[in-house]
């Protein structure tokens, strides 16, 4: 019996030692966790404001995904239901070594020769949508992670223009609802319930700009219950950011964001493409009548066609909604689907399932090499919300990460050379060797566990 399970082990030793040159090269990935500024509020306080130059992983990297939640000042995770995280962005920008940006500043001053904002690869334009990540409400069960051996490539010397550094950027975007009338208007920044008529320099709002970020600016206050009382409370933004030192075998990723308010428009000749888009990133919803029920359910069901500027395979996608939302979808013009990312809403109180918000955004990962664009084609891209009641200052965003390049197979090991279908019979001959010896493994485990004491394992199973 002992030599017959040291036999087994050997050869499943053996074969897993065969196996190796056929999986994936093992990437150190570096995590480090970092807390924002803090930031104050209290009842109906709005917090928007721009970290520059934020803890930031620094060098040549590639990376890997970046996630945030607010937390308080012990550290536990805050519920939506008391502070509603409108968004939060990152962003890099270059400023000029020996230049210090202000925590603070005001974003809109930060022009001239010392300070060159970066963006994503669009498709919006200049400053709109600039950054590399972002979410809002469903930030805490929308988890991206890029996969080997793959990294959005930042920190690259070549890049940086001579004389500057390379920083980052961090806008939070939050609203304290305890204690305030109308917590939809409040996060939907309706104007009237914030009593607000001018936006953040002062001038009047656009005539009939009923809600959006320009009614709800840093420094504003949502219209509390008379009476209520509440003191105010420190915030922080926890980020985790993950990624791997760069080398040749690091394959680039592009961030790009399509906004469904975009009114870019392909023009009606083939001369060139128009390239200007317009993201507007907020829209209204009316709310419908009897006949909307009867005709579309009461959807609003908005759809673009946007010619894409790259070549490549999208390799993960997710949307952005606001409450109402009801899922947003991106399509080839001949109608097959590419991905659709729905929302899931709360239910309870605890933070990641809070009543009313959008709690998830369904993602798509995708393999690889299934999805190519080419470049110039059009994809159709649709944002649905619920049109049972008015919604004002949602948003419909999308976004792609995208690859030019596919990893070289690598068989090419050992200076071995051969056809696509024999590396692929290869490939299935290993796996099944590797499954065959697991269940080997898994057999000889199961002897030596249950042979002995039989009526306490199948228990230990069964809980
Ligand atoms: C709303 O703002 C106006 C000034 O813009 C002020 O006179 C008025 O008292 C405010 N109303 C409330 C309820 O705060
Ligand atoms: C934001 O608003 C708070 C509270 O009104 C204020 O103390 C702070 O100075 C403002 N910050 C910026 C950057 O405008
Ligand atoms: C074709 O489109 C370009 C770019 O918008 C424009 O400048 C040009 O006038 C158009 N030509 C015709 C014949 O419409
Ligand atoms: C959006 O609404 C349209 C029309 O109601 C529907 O056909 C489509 O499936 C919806 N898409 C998503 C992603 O929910």
Not at 116 to 121: A, C, D, E, L, T
Not at 232 to 259: A, C, E, G, H, N
Not at 417 to 440: H, K, N, P, R, Y
Request: net charge neutral; hydrophobic share 35%; with cysteine.
């Amino acid at each position: 019996m002992e030599s017959y399970n040291q036999g087994w082990l050997l050869l499943v030793v053996i074969l897993v030692t065969l196996s190796l040159p056929y999986s994936q090269a093992e990437r150190e990935i570096k995590t480090a966790v970092f807390r924002s500024h803090k930031f104050v509020l209290g009842p109906g306080e709005v917090e928007n404001k721009f970290y520059y130059n934020i803890d930031f992983p620094r060098g040549h990297i590639g990376l890997k995904s970046f996630n945030a939640e607010v937390i308080d000042a012990a550290g536990n995770p805050v519920p939506l239901l008391e502070t509603y995280l409108h968004h939060w962005v990152v962003a890099r920008y270059h400023v000029r070594k020996g230049i210090k940006i202000p925590a603070f500043a005001d974003h809109a001053k930060l022009t001239g020769s010392n300070f060159i904002s970066g963006r994503n690869k669009g498709i919006c334009q200049s400053t709109v949508l600039p950054q590399y990540f972002g979410l809002g409400s469903e930030s805490r069960n929308v988890v991206m992670h890029i996969p080997d051996p793959y990294g959005i490539p930042v920190g690259n010397p070549a890049e940086i223009p001579a004389g500057f550094e390379e920083q980052w950027m961090l806008n939070i975007h939050a609203i304290d609802t305890r204690g305030v009338e109308d917590t939809l208007g409040c996060i939907e920044c309706r104007c009237d319930t914030y009593n607000v008529t001018v936006n953040q320099h002062g001038k009047p709002l656009r005539p009939g700009y009923k809600g959006g970020v320009s009614c709800c600016y840093n420094g504003t206050r949502c219209k509390v219950k008379q009476g209520f009382q509440g003191a105010t409370r420190t915030f922080y933004l926890r980020y985790i950011v993950k990624w791997i030192d760069m080398d040749s075998s690091v394959l680039p990723v592009q961030v790009y964001i399509l906004d469904i308010t975009d009114t870019w428009k392909r023009t009606g000749n083939s001369t060139g493409i128009n390239s200007e888009h317009h993201c507007k990133m907020e829209y209204e919803i009316e709310p419908c009548d009897a006949t909307g029920l009867a005709n579309d359910g009461c959807i609003d069901n908005k759809r673009i066609s946007l010619d894409m500027p790259f070549q490549g395979y999208i390799i993960y996608a997710v949307a952005h909604q606001h409450p109402g939302g009801t899922g947003s979808a991106l399509y080839r013009e001949d109608g097959q689907l590419l991905c659709s990312s729905t929302p899931r809403y709360g239910k309870g109180d605890e933070p990641g399932d809070e009543v009313g918000s959008i709690v998830e955004m369904t993602t798509c990962y995708i393999q690889p090499g299934t999805i190519e664009i080419t470049k110039g084609e059009t994809v159709i891209f649709e944002s649905n919300y619920s049109r049972i009641s008015s919604h004002s200052g949602v948003m419909g965003l999308f976004y792609m990460l995208v690859v030019d390049r596919l990893p070289k197979p690598r068989h090419n090991l050992h200076g071995f050379v051969g056809t696509q279908e024999t590396i692929t019979m290869l490939a299935i001959l290993w796996a099944v060797v590797a499954m065959i010896s697991v269940v080997a493994a898994i057999t000889v485990a199961m002897r030596y566990r249950f042979k002995p004491e039989r009526g306490d394992g199948y228990e230990a199973i069964r809980r």
